[in-house]
């Protein structure tokens, strides 16, 4: 699976890399190489984030499920 940016966070990425390489690299990177950095990054590393997300957000409704009648019921009255 391919991650894939809209177009406005990937403009916003590529504008945080370069930052990145500017304040602390002290190195000027143009469009062309934070988009391979952008590129290395996501094909590298982005299926890695995206199934931490995914089995943190599964723990996370496991746990709420687990504990439904806790979580919705109310106490009735006698």
């Known amino acids: 699976m391919s991650i894939e940016l809209d177009e406005d966070r990937r403009k916003a990425m590529l504008g945080r890399i370069q ?16 988009r391979q950095v952008l590129h290395f990054f996501l094909d590298s590393l982005g299926a890695a984030a995206y199934n931490q997300g995914a089995s943190d957000a599964q723990a ?18 006698r």
């Open 19 to 34: 930052h990145f390489f500017a304040e602390e690299l002290e190195d000027e990177i143009g469009d062309l190489k934070a």
């Open 60 to 77: 996370w409704l496991q746990d709420k499920l687990l504990d439904l009648e806790g979580e919705l019921l109310q106490e009735e009255g």
